[in-house]
């Protein structure tokens, strides 16, 4: 089965910082995806961003990039340039044969 | 483009009552599922659907049913609500591949339940 962690439950950073969310997975898998959703409070899922495990190079989406170190099973979010808007709850998800595995989130909390 | 639309976005419920929890998908998406969403777990598989006629167990699928007799529509019953079952439910459709999801999961708005 596979398994997704993210070991920070919250975390809070100040407007215009950077921060960085961390998530590790198990699986005996090679070809999988791994995404970052956002729920904020409004409850809609946002995908943030993507990425193939078959690529090396790492994912960016505007302000938000990941470091994938596959050898490692590790997919950290990085958030730069935070924004107050950025608040939200963060979930790092897997998907491999057709399902996608949820880790339990990541409060984030962006301060003035 | 509605996407997807998940009814009702709030339902009380007593323990015993029956109840549907409707999705319809207008993205002709084969793959259609069932999470929710509790505290500290994250968002967890109840069932899923990689086409019409076709529904497979999730996570969590105990006391819930599924069927799937359009590419559309993707209905979720409580059979016999029990507190346990309180939760935030969401609908997501997906292109699929023979074994399941292939891309990106569209999402509803989620449908709080509480059962008393």
């Known amino acids: 089965a596979q398994t997704v962690t993210q070991s920070q439950p919250e975390m809070s950073v100040q407007e215009a910082e950077t921060v960085t969310l961390s998530c590790t997975y198990d699986?005996?898998?090679?070809?999988?995806?791994l995404f970052w959703y956002k729920q904020p409070p409004s409850r809609q899922m946002i995908l943030v961003i993507r990425q193939e495990a078959y690529k090396q190079q790492n994912a960016t989406e505007n302000r938000f990039s990941v470091n994938f170190q596959k050898a490692a099973k590790s997919f950290s979010l990085k958030i730069s340039d935070s924004q107050l808007g950025d608040t939200a709850m963060y979930f790092c998800a897997f998907m491999t044969l057709g399902k996608l595995t949820f880790g339990q989130g990541t409060i984030l909390t962006v301060h003035p | 483009n509605a996407g997807v639309t998940q009814t009702p976005k709030f339902q009380v419920l007593k323990t015993g009552q029956s109840m549907t929890l409707q999705c319809a998908q207008d993205m002709n998406h084969e793959y259609m599922s069932w999470y929710r969403q509790d505290p500290g777990m994250g968002l967890r598989l109840i069932h899923y659907s990689v086409g019409a006629g076709i529904t497979d167990q999730g996570e969590v699928p105990n006391g819930y049913n599924v069927s799937r007799s359009t590419t559309e529509d993707f209905p979720l019953r409580l059979l016999s609500a029990a507190p346990s079952q309180t939760s935030v439910y969401f609908c997501?459709?997906?292109?699929?591949?023979?074994?399941?999801?292939?891309?990106?999961?569209?999402f509803g708005e989620g449908s709080r339940l509480t059962v008393l």
């Open positions: 699986t005996s898998e090679n070809n999988y995806y």
């Open positions: 997501a459709s997906s292109y699929s591949g023979l074994a399941g999801m292939t891309g990106e999961l569209f």
